[in-house]
């Protein structure tokens, strides 16, 4: 117990006596928490339209007008031809065209029918499977104003008239943000966890040091225990600060219990600390446990659902994802801080973060010898 | 000359000799590849959605049916109360409620018109709305279907093609991105990493006091690196060809050109950290904050660009990934030729010039 103080007292002067890591405390969750969830904005907006208006009629003006009046489109210009609209994709100043062939207005008075043309630029699929949503019912309510206006209506109340009125509910103002920012916590505390402690006692390997640790009769469970307690304390200190900031620069006050987030995080940065931990013990140099821990880092992240959702993943990674720490951390937070669920809701996923933990830290400890 | 292949045989063989390196060197593009091409998609599909069916009405059953049917929805859970919804929400079962109120039959008998309420989980506004969208579509669906071909006044129909990706498919927007990614973590962050090493080791002294002119010290480093990223650029573009079909509409070696440029531009940045750091540590913080993250952030290939506010937008135009993704997203993708990506091109040059000649010039000879 005495020879734990002692290290505990040296991890920490050499922790805090680093400015570098100190500066990392509070410039990285700063850092990550301002800047990432404004870059991180998925949301479908400013789709840019071209228009090839063949028909130059007084329907296909108040088309045009009634498209460009929302605020998901932006129009680029109007092309006499789809080749040259296609040209405005092709330098990406396009995202989509509208193509309104010549005797557009003619076909719908006389045909009872018309047709348009809708080209999206598909590479990114959300914003062309979005874009492509947004306009069509545009286009269905346009076509409803004109079989009003042209007072065609007896069919209207042959059929049966369901509306359907959507709600959001958690999140109703639709901010993107509220979906980031209690996932950019997690991949700060993951990142705290991961990367700092592997790299902190390889350093000890690299440098010689670990030798005189390993010559003292120092207990290997003392030796990590010393390890890991001061960066699961610095863990702790930085999920205040983001929760903190997060409250500050985005109003996101935690819906749910703000003590089972505190139990949550000190019961995952256990696992974390576990897992670079491992790392550590695998790794002989600085090189070798960073990539390590970046590659590991990177799958689990990428798989965590942070940015896409598991439900849509094909079932090997869903699998997958039942493995990995960083997926529950994400949901939960977001379950607590937006839905706010209870600590009854979240059980299992409490549970089986726990049972990694134990895991990678049994791991771990049967891999590190004291000698080499 | 002769100095020169001595020097690189010696970084060759650090580099070749550091099997757990080099396999997570092939590695790392390879499980990305799989990754993004496999398991990322944006596309929304397999949702839970629960039904609060209060009206218990055969119209309604009916259209319970057609969600049930739809391909978009995995489970259709049937809800009883507001209660249960609440923890449906709650435990994440469920991403989308369809409620049918309680007179939702009479309404529709009586008035001819009735609301059926969907409420989406908007905890991901993107998933929300989609599954909104696509649930309406099926409602919509149904509704239309008795009157279809009844002969509808004034009716416009909407032809969509989708360029480029008809299937939607998230790996186009990933291959190039991808590529931008491995390189700046092999490049950028192992070249710089391996010459702050030496510094910390001090063996960079007994380097610099040698008769070797420090040039050909960078260059040697520079070079185990340059090759190790054409063999995994090699990897990629393979993979991404025959494991993701993902073809190559452009010209290849405009391409494989393209892709060799910008290795140089990263090796160049990655001097340029080592030039300024003497700690591995500090090395690595510096390639990742200030390199990985901005690359995976700003040069577009996850988020959109035009989103992002004026300052970010700003910003992304330093971070070389951000041409390299438009100019090989352009090659690969599109298929055009230099024409439209030639001023692109030339801002990577002039970037690549710049950062050698400020590493070049901060390098110093001497150790403080």
């Not at chain 1, 937006?338 to 933990?357: A, E, N, P, Q």
């Not at chain 2, 001819?112 to 919509?140: F, H, K």
Request: some cysteine.
């Amino acid at each position: 117990m005495r020879a734990l103080l002692f290290l505990l007292e040296k991890e920490f002067r050499q922790t805090f006596r680093n400015p570098a890591i100190l500066r990392m405390i509070f410039i990285m969750p700063a850092v990550q928490l301002l800047i990432m969830p404004l870059a991180a904005d998925y949301e479908v907006k400013n789709i840019k339209i071209c228009v090839v208006d063949q028909d130059h009629s007084q329907n296909s003006r108040l088309l045009i007008n009634k498209i460009t009046s929302t605020n998901y489109f932006t129009l680029v210009d109007y092309t006499g031809s789809y080749n040259e609209a296609l040209e405005y994709i092709e330098k990406e100043e396009a995202d989509l065209i509208l193509q309104i062939p010549n005797g557009f207005e003619r076909d719908l008075v006389r045909e009872n029918r018309a047709g348009l043309f809708l080209a999206l630029n598909a590479i990114n699929g959300v914003k062309a499977n979005l874009g492509g949503a947004y306009l069509r019912s545009i286009i269905a309510d346009f076509n409803g104003e004109v079989m009003l206006s042209e007072n065609t209506i007896p069919y209207q109340s042959a059929i049966p008239g369901i509306t359907i009125a959507p709600a959001n509910w958690f999140n109703p103002l639709m901010n993107y943000r509220y979906f980031m920012v209690p996932g950019i916590l997690v991949i700060l505390l993951t990142m705290v966890g991961a990367f700092l402690s592997s790299l902190n006692i390889v350093k000890e390997k690299e440098v010689g040091t670990i030798e005189q640790i390993n010559v003292t009769p120092i207990r290997k469970s003392d030796f990590i225990l010393g390890k890991l307690i001061p960066f699961w304390v610095l863990g702790l200190i930085i999920l205040t600060i983001g929760l903190i900031i997060s409250r500050v620069a985005y109003g996101i006050v935690p819906a749910g219990n703000i003590g089972v987030i505190y139990l949550f995080s000190a019961v995952y940065l256990v696992t974390v600390l576990g897992l670079g931990l491992l790392v550590s013990t695998l790794a002989n140099t600085q090189q070798q446990a960073m990539l390590l821990s970046f590659f590991m880092m990177m799958i689990f992240i990428l798989l965590g659902g942070l940015y896409t959702s598991i439900d849509s993943m094909p079932v090997w990674a869903k699998y997958f994802t039942k493995f990995n720490p960083v997926s529950y951390f994400i949901e939960v937070m977001r379950m607590v801080v937006l839905k706010g669920s209870t600590l009854y809701d979240i059980r299992f996923h409490l549970l089986k973060v726990m049972l990694f933990g134990v895991v990678f830290n049994a791991l771990a400890v049967w891999n590190y010898h004291k000698r080499n | 000359m002769k100095q020169f292949r001595y020097l690189f045989k010696k970084e060759f063989l650090h580099v070749w000799r550091d099997r757990r390196t080099m396999l997570i060197l092939f590695g790392m593009p390879l499980v990305q590849i799989l990754i993004f091409g496999f398991a990322l998609t944006n596309e929304v599909k397999n949702s839970g959605i629960g039904v609060m069916d209060l009206s218990h009405s055969a119209t309604s059953a009916k259209i319970t049916d057609e969600l049930k049917a739809s391909r978009y929805f995995d489970l259709v859970e049937m809800i009883p109360d507001h209660d249960a919804l609440l923890t449906a929400f709650r435990d994440g079962s469920i991403k989308l409620a369809v409620v049918f109120p309680g007179n939702f039959q009479n309404e529709l008998a009586h008035d001819s018109r009735s609301a059926v309420q969907l409420i989406g989980d908007a905890t991901d506004p993107n998933n929300s709305n989609t599954l909104i969208y696509y649930a309406t579509a099926v409602i919509m669906d149904y509704k239309d279907r008795p009157t279809a071909g009844t002969g509808m006044p004034m009716v416009i129909k909407t032809d969509l093609k989708y360029l480029y990706n008809p299937q939607l498919k998230g790996s186009y927007n990933f291959v190039p991105g991808v590529i931008a990614m491995v390189l700046m973590l092999v490049c950028a962050m192992m070249t710089s990493i391996s010459i702050v090493k030496e510094k910390e080791m001090g063996t960079m002294e007994v380097i610099l006091v040698s008769p070797v002119r420090p040039i050909l010290v960078i260059l040697a480093k520079m070079v185990p690196y340059f090759l190790l990223s054409a063999v995994n650029i090699g990897c990629i573009l393979l993979l991404s060809v025959f494991v993701l079909k993902v073809p190559i509409q452009g010209n290849l070696m405009l391409l494989i050109g393209e892709c060799l440029l910008f290795t140089i531009t990263v090796l160049a940045l990655g001097l340029l950290i080592s030039s300024a750091t003497n700690s591995q540590q500090i090395a690595m913080l510096i390639s990742l904050m200030g390199m990985f993250l901005p690359t995976v952030m700003l040069s577009g290939f996850m988020f959109p660009i035009e989103n992002m506010p004026v300052a970010l937008r700003v910003i992304s135009n330093v971070v070389p990934a951000k041409w390299f993704y438009f100019i090989v997203k352009s090659i690969m993708i599109k298929g055009v030729g230099i024409k439209y990506i030639w001023k692109e091109t030339l801002i990577l040059v002039g970037m690549t010039l710049f950062f050698m000649v400020v590493s070049i010039r901060k390098f110093k000879t001497r150790l403080e």
